[in-house]
Nanobody
Framework: QLQLVESGGGLVQPGGSLRLSCTGT????????IGWFRQAPGKEREGVAC????????KYADSVVGRFTISRDATKKTVFLQMNDLKPEDTAVYYC???????????????????WGQGTQVTVSS
């Protein structure tokens, strides 16, 4: 099973930026749809963004459109989530996940993903 590791979380002030990274430790992510999810305390896990294998198709939650960008590096071994203009309501544990069933499209539904990372904490506070 694909193992995923997230990094890049931390504490940032409102309006600040963070870039999260997701790397596969068992094999590269170049043939896998990746999604980013988040879960705030007391809330259900939410699909934030996803990208198709070729990166041409991306989808975002309405709450992050225009602020977050999902992308792959040139070698497709790492998937990033660039988060700008962060708000306190973005505070959550962020997870990356892999969907082995799709290729040219992607889903923001948790049930479509079969491998998950351990998560990285993002806290937006002054």
């Amino acid at each position: 099973q694909l193992q995923l590791v997230e990094s890049g979380g931390g504490l940032v002030q409102p309006g600040g930026s963070l870039r999260l990274s997701c790397t596969g430790t068992t094999w590269a992510l170049d043939s896998t749809v990746i999604g980013w999810f988040r879960q705030a305390p007391g809330k259900e896990r939410e699909g934030v963004a996803c990208a198709s294998v070729n990166g041409l198709l991306t989808k975002y939650a309405d709450s992050v459109v225009g602020r977050f960008t999902i992308s792959r590096d040139a070698t497709k071994k790492t998937v990033f989530l660039q988060m700008n203009d962060l708000k306190p309501e973005d505070t959550a544990v962020y997870y990356c996940a892999a969907d082995s069933g799709r290729h040219l499209t992607c889903s923001r539904m948790e049930s479509d993903y079969d491998s998950w990372g351990q998560g990285t904490q993002v806290t937006v506070s002054s």
